[in-house]
Structure formats: C-alpha cells, structure tokens
C-alpha cells in the first residue's frame, strides 16, 4: 500500500506524477499490454489532477493548463470513458482502451486513493479526511502538525455542514491535499 498518505494525495489532487509511488505501481505495469504501455508510462509521469464528481465519474485536469479538462466515468466490468481525443480517436478500435487518464484514475483506485464506482462520495470523501488527521497525528508533536491539525479540522466542519448534492468535492479534495503537503515541506 502507500507508504506515504501525503504523497498519494498530491499525485491524485495537486496532478504530481506517480513517480513518488512507483514501487507501486510496478506491478501494474507487468501485466499490462504492450499496446497500452505508454498509456500507463504517461499516467505515471504525467502532471494529471483527478477530483471526484460524483458516484463513478471524474473530472481529470491534464497538464499544466485548467483548458486541458476531460470527464471520465469508471464502470470497470459494464463501461469506461474519457471525453479526451485519445479515448474517443481509439474506442472505437479497440473496446478495451484506455487512455492515460483512465489509467491514472485506474491505478489511484487501486491504490485506493480515489473512491470506486461502489463508494459513497460524501461518506468515501468524510472518512478520508478524517484519516488524513489519524496520519497527521503519526507525526511528531510540532507547532506545523498541530496548524495541518486544525486546519483539517476546519475543512471537515465545512464539508459536513453541506449537502452531498452541493458539494465541490474538487475543492476538498484540493484542500487536503494542500494541507498534508505542508508536512512534506518540512520532513523531505
């Protein structure tokens, strides 16, 4: 699993590559096809942001530029989709196909840094924020672990004083990720 909670949060909702979890993502790419190799190189090197919309549904930011913004949808047995050009150019010869994106989201659900299609968004989204503060605490007792405390705090009083229908999980999920890389400032 990951080893580190503040490094996954980055790769999945502030777009840093999975380079910071390759040792994890090394088993996928052994049983992954030839043909779809640099799909998942890409969505390992790649800057690509994920942020949940709702149940099974995603909205991907590709690249350093907000303009480069594609929805994805994760059905893994019934459908699987990505508005990008390579999806759409490639679905239609090949029905298994995956674009980086899909396999970005692919392998964060895996590692279990994105919630599945099974999920409940609100209740996924409540119980990771409240294990960010359980990792938190991990930390040695410090004046910028207790500011990462609180602040996670604050964010989760937020999100619970709202509704699931009206909730940017995008801000959230930013947020948090932001929050715990402030421990990542000063430990790496």
């Known amino acids: 699993m ?7 949060l980055r790769t999945a909702f502030l777009g840093y590559p999975v380079n910071e979890l390759v040792s994890h993502v090394d088993a996928i790419k052994e049983i992954v096809e030839i043909s779809q190799l640099a799909r ?5 090197t790649e800057s690509i942001a994920i942020y949940p919309l709702k149940q099974g549904y995603f909205t991907v930011s590709s690249g350093s530029e907000d303009s480069n913004e594609y929805s994805i949808d994760i059905y893994y047995k019934q459908s699987k989709s990505c508005s990008c050009q390579d999806f759409l150019y490639n679905i239609d010869k090949d029905k298994n196909h995956m674009c980086k994106h899909l396999w970005k989201a692919h392998i964060l659900i895996i590692l279990n840094f994105l919630p599945t299609v099974t999920n409940d968004l609100y209740e996924w989204s409540l119980a990771e924020l409240n294990k960010d503060i359980e990792f938190l605490q991990t930390y040695p007792v410090s004046q910028r672990r ?4 609180e602040q996670m705090k604050i964010v989760i009083n937020q999100f619970q004083k709202e509704t699931s229908e009206s909730l940017n999980y995008r801000k959230y999920m930013i947020l948090r990720a932001n929050i715990l890389s402030q421990i990542l400032n000063v430990s790496d």
């Open 146 to 149: 207790q500011s990462c405390v």
């Open 2 to 8: 990951i080893l580190h909670r503040a490094h996954a």
């Open 40 to 44: 998942v190189n890409s969505a390992i």
